[in-house]
Structure formats: structure tokens, C-alpha cells
């Protein structure tokens, strides 16, 4: 049984490798884009709200510490506290796609979404070009768009192992599902602790 | 002899253990999906040939009148798009892979088997996406994508056949994932990393490079998919974006993406000459090693495909002094493999035939990619037939031919039927003829400067042409008998045995077919790989 | 979670250019504890621990070896013909 779990653990490993090269893409039109447009990409990350994004932070790194209690849990056997944690890691998940998505809606209704609609009030004031504000703001959706969306399947696997582990389908002998979705979760966490300093944190002035 | 036919009918076999279509279709075991997989891909590169065959149509004269040059630019984006997502990166390592690795090592199945049938049923989704983007009308972007024309400008189906690629990448990722695991965690008793047949190392490389590369490309298409939904101008100057970005990221994939074409392939004949020289391979470290040096340096060579797009001169030359670098290692096989073959015993089945066409059209193909590196004849050359001709002698006159060779030698352990000699030793020939008369005037068209993806061209180069379509009919009659044949000896083709080749290998050692579980009793590996002297003593002994 | 106020303090500091590389070194002290200790990374086995630092290099090379075009496009133009 060992062999299995450490067999699908690597699995999992392996999976998060393929992640970090799929977001990693995105990192690197970031990269790019920053180098070159970095005044707008001021510009734009200025509008971000820097406590709500901090929020949401701090909410996922307390998620990914129930998480891994609650993997904890799962190896020593202490399963009701096990389903409690999970339960607290899907509030925590939820809270943070809430904030996220009050976020979103504030930037909805300042047409910062990019397309036809978009419009960038400050450019002048700024002299930053708003196509390149734009941009900026691509990625934004893009970024936070698929994290967001990891981030509702996380929670979809978090609630089934939630279901079974209630049930008592796991033990300290068999306990990899929950190993492994906790491995996705950290990871989904991960993203975001590095989506956090580069997409709010640009500069130095902040209007909050 | 009545016997002995009586007794392999009887007795169960993968095939033989429940004929209904559910079984089939909800199969875990990796030789079935092996199958399923043939069948799909043999489609495909049937899709990708037939619009192989209207570009040469229309190239047979130098005016435009078979098509329009909308069509024209329709019909080779969907050659690109069906052989080289479809077909070329899936075919070694889905088909003969999957049906070989787990036996090779002496396990019952790869790590995941459940996640192996999903690939497939992945395979499909995206294949049927990609193939009624084409019935609805198809698109005209180059299997490229080069943007801003596929983001912004071309009214065709982007984004029907960007997802279909886009699908068809998860497939491939999680059949590289789990090889990875197999290879690590699977292995019989006593199989060491370096008693391992090199066919599995060539896979274990090729995995790797599907695992970190295609997640890059399948983000770019999402991302160029965005675009086009939501007129966000990441690649678009028109909006501030570059589109030398979307080149950079898609090259990061695609360049990658041909070793794990080529890697699997080059594994093949790791296996072929050995068998057919009767000799151990010459310097099996440096070629296990080689692959993977090939999976790593081939990551940093991506921006010569973007010399003259309008990368900084200073890019452009780090990235022609690692491509020169990159064809060492696979320099190295294709000297280990001649080194094997001196002094060896060589006969000239099929399959042998097909490697030594690998070995020669690999090395032209190769060469003139060094050709390539160097910037100043890219410059020349760029955008012209000189580069089709370079990559089809590596991916056609290489990887297909490795194809061909690993079907014919692995056929009669995937049917228990042997194809007959005859008739394969012709179609490798007219394979061999019909590819160098269809590529090689192609070499020359580039250097005098036919540019490539033009339906119409100048007068003068009519002739070359009218060559390569002549020579791709004969090349088109090579791939169609091995259907005919193949399908031919699944009724009427002779028994083969266990080990019809005389070859060493744990998969020679269980029954043709073998049965569901691989292996009726787990294998202990005591010997080293490759060990083509002691398998002849034995046998001349055992008589 | 101390280190997240400390990121966001820090950003709040003028440090001109400077002001990413500690906002990234402190994200890069933060998920390398995410993923030693939360991910049992730093239990895990030797093979586990190669294929992460594996994923990072790549995906270290995917973003150097790019903008070694885009730092470089304005060192030289090229000679018009």
C-alpha cells in the first residue's frame, strides 16, 4: 500500500509540475509586459484594492493550514476533526472567491474589463497609454481568472473528499486522496502568494 | 505443428478475453488503449494525407488553379495541424508505448491505468473538435497560429481548432505522466535504470518534455483564444501587445514538441538494430544519456524558429550557438547505432529496412538542420522549401519510418500473426523511393528560393515539383499496402510465436498475443540488456 | 501570515526599483515554507524533491532565456540594406 500511495503522490507531483508550467506561461507575458509597459502596469495595478487583496491572502494561507491539519487528521486517524477542517478549509476557499468576486464587480463597473467597453479614466493624468493599460488589465483577468477557476475546482475536491471522508472511506492506511487534493490546494495557494506581490503590490504609490 | 496452432487459439489472450464493444470501450488494459489508439491515429494521418495529397495536386503546375489561395492556405494549415498534433507526437509513444513500456519493464499495466483511457477519450474529444472545425470549413493560419492574423484578422475557425489542439495536449500530458511513474515506480525485480531497454528511456525523455512543455503551448492557445473572444490586444500591436511574445511562448512547446516526436522513434531503432545485427547496442549509457540530454537541450533552442522575426540580434545568436549544440547528442545514437552494426550478423527484415532508411534519412534530415542553426543560411533559406524539406526528412523519413519499423517488428507480439515479409519488404521500398523523390527536389527548390505556403509559383521550378507530386503518389502506395497487408495477416498471416525475431526483451518472453495480466508470473531481471550474444548461444545450444 | 504584512508594508516603502525583488524574495520565502512544510516537501522523497526544483528550473528557463530578446532589442539596430 505504500508503494500505491507514494506511487499516486508522485502522480500528483507531477501534475503540479504541468501547472506551474501552464501558469508559468502567464508569468512570463507578465514578465515581458512589465519590462516594457511599466508605467501603465503602474498605473493599472493603482486601482487594485491592496486590503482586499491582502485579505485574501492571509485567507488562503489559513486555508492551506487547515488543509494540511486536516491531512494530518487523515494520517493519525482522527477523522471528525478531519471533516471539520476540510469544512473550514471550503469556508476559507469561499471567502476568498468572495472578496475576489467583489473585487471583480468593482472592476466591472469602472469598465476595466478589456474589450470594446474598456476605459482607463487616469491615462492622461498618468501619460501612460491606455491600450497598454489595457494589457495590464488582461492579465489581471487572465491571472486571477484561472486561479479563480483552480480554485472552485479545488473546492469541488475538497467537498468530495469532505463527502467521503465522512463516510469513513479513509484511513491511516489509505488516506492519498486527501494527500493529494491537499498537495493541489497548497499549490493553488502558492499561485496566488506570487499573484498577490506582482499584480497589487507594483509600486510604491497607492491610492488604496 | 497442429498442436501447437491448436494450443495458441485456445489459449486467452488480451484480445481473446471478452470481444464485446463495452469492453473495448471501458478498457484499462494498456494494450487495448494501445489499439484504440492505432485506430485513431492511422485516421488521422489518413485526414492529414489527403490534404498532403491536394497541396501536391495544386503544386503539380505553377499557376493557382486547383484552389484559391484561401483554400490553399486551409488546406496545408490542416496537413500541419492533423499529422504533427494528431498523429506524429501521439503515434510511438500512444501506440507502441503504451502497448510495449509495461511489458519491457515486467509489470501488469502502467501506474494509472483508469487516467491512461482517459487520455484517449481526451484524444478524441479534442480530434473531433479539430475535425469538424475542418468539415465547417477550416482554417488558414498555418498550424503556426502566428498572430496577429489568427487572433484579429482570419475569419476562419480558430478557435474550433485551437481547442481541439488544446484538448488534444491534455491527452498528452497525462500519457507522459504517467509514463513517468511507470518507468520509476513499475519496474520487475531487478530491472535497473540501467538494464532498462532504451526504448523506455527514449519514452521516460520524451515524457518529460511533454510534461513541462505542452502546458505552455496549451496556455498560449487559451490565450490566443481570449483574444479573439474578448479583442484583448496581448499579441496584438495594433493594441500594444507583441506578437513576437505569442511566437516566443508557442516555440517554447513546439520546438520540444518534435523531440517528443523524434525521441520515441529513436528509441525504436535502439531496439531494431541490435535484433537484427545480433549484437549488443554499442554504448547504451551514452544513449540513454543522449535522450536525455536531447529532452533538456531541446528546451533551449526554441527562438530559431523566430531569426527573422525580429528578435534582438543578440537572442538570435545564444539561440544558434545552442542549436548547434542540441544535435550532439543526437549525433551520438546515430554513431552507437553504426558502431553496432560492425562486425554484426545482419539480416534484412522489414523492420531492419525501415531503420536503416531511419538512420540515413535522420542523418540528412538533421544535418541540414545544422544548416539551419546558422543564421546567415536561416536567412536565406527561412520560409522556403528548404525548410520543408528539412523537417519532413526528419519527421517523415525519420519518425514515420521509425513508425513503420516499430509496427512491423512489435506486430506479430501485439496480434500473435506474422505480416508477410514479401509484400512489407516492397512497401518499405516504394516508402524509401516515394519519400526522397517527393523531398528531396524540395532541398533544391528552397535554396533557389520557392517560398513555402504559396499556392502559385514561378515557372521555372515546375519541374522539381512535378518530381515531388510524382514521387509522393509512389510514397503514398507505400503507406496504403501495410493497411492492406496488416489487415490481411490478422485473418490469414502465419502464428508467430512468442519470439518470432529471436530477440531478448521481457516482452519477448510471455505468449503472442500476451494475456491481460502481461506476465503469468512476475520476471526477476537478472541478465543486462541487450544481450544478443548469450540469446544465440542459448538457442544453437538448445538445438 | 507575518510575512504577509511585511510584504504589504513593504510595498508601501520607496525603495524605486527595487521594491519587486523584495516583494518577490519575501512571496519566494513564503511558498517555499507553503511548500516544505505544508506540502511535506521537505519529508518527501529524493525522487519528489528533484521533480520540483526540476519544474522551477524550467520554468526559470522559459522566462530568462525569453527576455534575453526582449532586454536586448534596443543594444543594437539592425543594419539596413
Redesign the interface.
Same mark, same amino acid.
Do not use: Q
Given at each position: 500500500m505504500d508503494q500505491q500511495r507514494e506511487t499516486s503522490t508522485f502522480g500528483m507531483w507531477l501534475f503540479l509540475v504541468t501547472e506551474i508550467m501552464f501558469f508559468g506561461g502567464l508569468f512570463c507575458a507578465y514578465l515581458v509586459y512589465r519590462a516594457t509597459y511599466y508605467e501603465a502596469f503602474v498605473a493599472g495595478s493603482q486601482t487594485m484594492n491592496i486590503w482586499l487583496g491582502a485579505t485574501n491572502t492571509a485567507v488562503l494561507i489559513c486555508s492551506s493550514l487547515s488543509m494540511a491539519m486536516a491531512v494530518r487528521c487523515a494520517q493519525t486517524d482522527k477523522r471528525k476533526m478531519m471533516v471539520i477542517l476540510l469544512l473550514i478549509t471550503i469556508m476559507f476557499g469561499a471567502a476568498f472567491l468572495g472578496i475576489k468576486g467583489v473585487e471583480y464587480h468593482e472592476h466591472w463597473v469602472n469598465h476595466q474589463f478589456p474589450g470594446p467597453n474598456f476605459q482607463f479614466e487616469g491615462a492622461e493624468a498618468a501619460g501612460v497609454n491606455p491600450q497598454n493599460v489595457q494589457i495590464y488589465f488582461s492579465l489581471y483577468w487572465a491571472m486571477t481568472g484561472l486561479h479563480a477557476l483552480h480554485m472552485i475546482i479545488g473546492i469541488g475536491l475538497v467537498t468530495w473528499i469532505v463527502i467521503a471522508g465522512a463516510r469513513g472511506a479513509y484511513s491511516p492506511d489509505y488516506y492519498s486522496p486527501v494527500e493529494n487534493v491537499g498537495l493541489y490546494w497548497h499549490f493553488v495557494d502558492l499561485v496566488w502568494i506570487y499573484l498577490f506581490p506582482l499584480l497589487y503590490l507594483i509600486s510604491k504609490k497607492h491610492g488604496g | 505443428m497442429a498442436t501447437a496452432v491448436q494450443a495458441t487459439v485456445e489459449r486467452e489472450n488480451y484480445l481473446n478475453v471478452d470481444y464485446s464493444l463495452k469492453s473495448w470501450l471501458l478498457t484499462k488494459d494498456h494494450k487495448r488503449i494501445a489499439l484504440l489508439y492505432l485506430i485513431s491515429i492511422t485516421a488521422m494521418f489518413f485526414v492529414g494525407g489527403f490534404f498532403a495529397m491536394l497541396i501536391r495536386l495544386e503544386l503539380l503546375t505553377p499557376a493557382g488553379d486547383l484552389v484559391s489561395s484561401d483554400t490553399y492556405n486551409k488546406l496545408f494549415t490542416m496537413h500541419g495541424v492533423s499529422m504533427i498534433f494528431f498523429f506524429l507526437i501521439p503515434s510511438v509513444p500512444a501506440v507502441l508505448g503504451n502497448f510495449c513500456i509495461p511489458l519491457m519493464i515486467g509489470a501488469k499495466d502502467l501506474a494509472f491505468p483508469r487516467l491512461n483511457l482517459a487520455s484517449w477519450y481526451i484524444y478524441m474529444i479534442g480530434a473531433i473538435f479539430a475535425l469538424t472545425s475542418m468539415l465547417l470549413g477550416g482554417v488558414d493560419t498555418g498550424w503556426t497560429f502566428y498572430t496577429p492574423f489568427s487572433t484579429s484578422y482570419s475569419n476562419t475557425h480558430v478557435i474550433g481548432t485551437a481547442l481541439g489542439v488544446f484538448i488534444a495536449g491534455f491527452s498528452s500530458i497525462f500519457t507522459g505522466l504517467n509514463f513517468i511513474v511507470t518507468i520509476h515506480r513499475m519496474r520487475a525485480p531487478g530491472m535497473t535504470w540501467n538494464r532498462m531497454p532504451l526504448f523506455c528511456w527514449s519514452n521516460y525523455a520524451a515524457s518529460i518534455i511533454m510534461v513541462l512543455g505542452t502546458p505552455v503551448v496549451a496556455i498560449t492557445i487559451l490565450l490566443v483564444a481570449l483574444e479573439r473572444l474578448f479583442h484583448i490586444g496581448v499579441f496584438n500591436p495594433a493594441l500594444g501587445g507583441d506578437p513576437l511574445l505569442f511566437q516566443h511562448l508557442f516555440w517554447f512547446y513546439s520546438h520540444p514538441a518534435v523531440y517528443i516526436m523524434i525521441l520515441p522513434g529513436m528509441g525504436v531503432i535502439s531496439e531494431i538494430v541490435p535484433c537484427f545485427a545480433r549484437k549488443r547496442i554499442f554504448g547504451y549509457e551514452f544513449v540513454a544519456l543522449a535522450s536525455i540530454a536531447i529532452a533538456v537541450l531541446g528546451f533551449l533552442v526554441w527562438a530559431h524558429h523566430m531569426f527573422v522575426a525580429g528578435i534582438s540580434v543578440y537572442a538570435a545568436l545564444v539561440f544558434s550557438l545552442l542549436t548547434y549544440l542540441v544535435a550532439i547528442p543526437s549525433a551520438v545514437k546515430i554513431f552507437n547505432w553504426t558502431a553496432t552494426l560492425y562486425k554484426g550478423s545482419i539480416t534484412y527484415d522489414t523492420p531492419m529496412l525501415y531503420a536503416f532508411g531511419f538512420i540515413g534519412l535522420f542523418t540528412i534530415g538533421g544535418l541540414t538542420g545544422v544548416f539551419l542553426a546558422s543564421i546567415g543560411v536561416d536567412v536565406h533559406v527561412t520560409d522556403t522549401y528548404f525548410v520543408v524539406a528539412h523537417f519532413h526528412y526528419v519527421m517523415v523519413g525519420g519518425m514515420v519510418l521509425a513508425y513503420m519499423a516499430g509496427l512491423h517488428f512489435w506486430w506479430p507480439k501485439i496480434t500473435g500473426k506474422l505480416y508477410p515479409e514479401g509484400w512489407a519488404k516492397l512497401s518499405a521500398l516504394f516508402v524509401f523511393v516515394g519519400f526522397n523523390l517527393t523531398f528531396f527536389p524540395q532541398f533544391i527548390l528552397g535554396y533557389m528560393g520557392m517560398p513555402r505556403r504559396y499556392h502559385a509559383y514561378p515557372p521555372e521550378f515546375q519541374v522539381l515539383n512535378v518530381l515531388s507530386t510524382a514521387g509522393a503518389s509512389v510514397l503514398a502506395v507505400g503507406y496504403v499496402l501495410p493497411m492492406i497487408y496488416f489487415v490481411w495477416s490478422l485473418r490469414y498471416g502465419k502464428d508467430a510465436g512468442p519470439n518470432p525475431w529471436n530477440a531478448v526483451g521481457l516482452e519477448w518472453m510471455t505468449a503472442s498475443p500476451p494475456p491481460t495480466q502481461n506476465f503469468d508470473v512476475t520476471p526477476v531481471v537478472t541478465w543486462e540488456a541487450y544481450d544478443y550474444e548469450h540469446q544465440d548461444e542459448e538457442v544453437s545450444v538448445g538445438h | @501570515?507575518v510575512l504577509?504584512?511585511v510584504? #504589504?508594508f /513593504? $510595498?508601501?516603502?520607496?525603495?524605486g526599483d527595487w +521594491?519587486?525583488v523584495l516583494?518577490?524574495v519575501? /512571496?519566494t520565502i513564503?511558498?517555499t515554507l #507553503? #511548500?516544505l512544510?505544508? =506540502?511535506h516537501l521537505y519529508y %518527501? $522523497?529524493k &525522487?519528489?524533491k528533484v521533480? =520540483?526544483i /526540476? /519544474?522551477?528550473f524550467?520554468?526559470f528557463? &522559459? &522566462?530568462a532565456? %525569453? @527576455? *534575453?530578446?526582449? &532586454? *536586448?532589442?534596443g543594444?543594437?539596430t +539592425?543594419p539596413v540594406r
Open positions: - | - | @501570515m504577509t504584512g510584504t #504589504v /513593504a $510595498s508601501l516603502i520607496e525603495l +521594491n519587486i516583494a518577490l519575501i /512571496a513564503k511558498a #507553503v #511548500v512544510f505544508f =506540502m %518527501s $522523497s &525522487l519528489t521533480t =520540483m /526540476a /519544474a522551477i524550467f520554468l528557463l &522559459l &522566462l532565456l %525569453s @527576455m *534575453t530578446d526582449y &532586454l *536586448t532589442r543594444w543594437i +539592425n
